[in-house]
């Protein structure tokens, strides 16, 4: 695994300097922005650097800023007891990332960051899984052993697209951090409140949506440098891709990505309320209207530095017994990763000693990347027919 952090920092500072911003900089961000983080966060910061034997400075900008150099795109979509088969809320998150600008040689796998599942615990606070980069503490999506289950998207807001602040000079916080500092709540409830309070005090490095959701409500925090709005789910469906709908006066009318993506949701979780399964979820994972492309929920590109799809995971949280509560993780791509057995792995929250090592130090991810859709996937689900 040290390899893929080692990959992983490596594609990071390329990314940055690509973006103009120099280590010395960020190093120095990142020691400002360490105040604003608990203890343990900055703890398992330092183990990563000894076991990795890479310099913890760098790591810790690694961790702390990478909001600001290459935060997670993604979409994600939701559905509360009322709408799903089972009367049991689902969840699922594509997480979708850009490439380094600088980046190239076939060894560095179209530019883009190995992503593993993160399994952590401990006396402290609760378990929990999810998916996250190589080397870093935050995550991108994930579930606790209390049936809360988190992602994050950034907005591509008009103040985004114009860099018109910056962010280098203030706290700002990272989301992937927040988002596992939310699970490490009891309730859906009391992480959004937590989040909502921490992204008021300070803005996140980036505009961008928190999701929080568990058996009974979900919440979905907008946040951008200088206001938050929090929307309340307690029945039927939400979704969101890299916009705002609260606060969606501050969206880039230019991106056309999130908006094909989020009618799409829409109208893929509508087509099913009331029927939706796990099943379902991974098929809108793997989902290629308006592609196979950027604008599809399962993203391809062309070109190294669009924003394309990594990884995704699907929950479905048990109401009376949280611990039973169900995941499914893909690393790769995923219309290759969902179809193939070893793309793929299923758990619940009282069984998580056990996870193949492929997907735990990155070779998986590896093996299921690509830029290639896999159209034979789609001629499969038939699900695309019927829903267009
Ligand atoms: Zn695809």
Known sequence: MAQAIEFNLQNFWRASAALGLSKTSLIETAQKAAHDY?????EEIRAISRG??????????????????APDECTVLFAMADATSAGKTLFLKNSDKIGAGSMVGPQFYQHKEINVVLSVRDRQSPAFI?????????LKMGVNEFGVAAGTNIARTVELGKRAVDTTQMRALDRVQLAREGLAKETALEAALLIAARVTENPTATPGNLEFVDARTGFIIEGSYD????????????SRSNSFQVLRELNNPGDVSSYCRYVRTQELLESVRGRLTPELMKQFS?????????NSICRHGSHY???????????????????????WIALGKPCHAWVNSEGWVEGSMDKLDWLPEGFLNGDTWKRFWTEEPNLKADSDLGLAAEAS
């Open 130 to 138: 999810g998916v996250s980069s190589a080397g870093s503490t935050g």
């Open 286 to 294: 793997q989902d290629h209207a308006n592609g196979p492309g950027p």
């Open 38 to 42: 608990p203890d343990c966060i900055l």
């Open 52 to 69: 990795a034997n890479l310099d913890v400075r760098e790591l810790l900008a690694f961790n702390l800023c990478q909001g600001l150099v």
């Open 227 to 238: 206001r938050v709005a929090v929307q309340t789910v307690k029945n039927g469906i939400a």
């Open 305 to 327: 530095e669009e924003e394309t799809s990594q990884s995704a995971m699907v929950v479905e949280i048990d109401p009376e017994k949280p611990k039973k509560t169900r995941f």
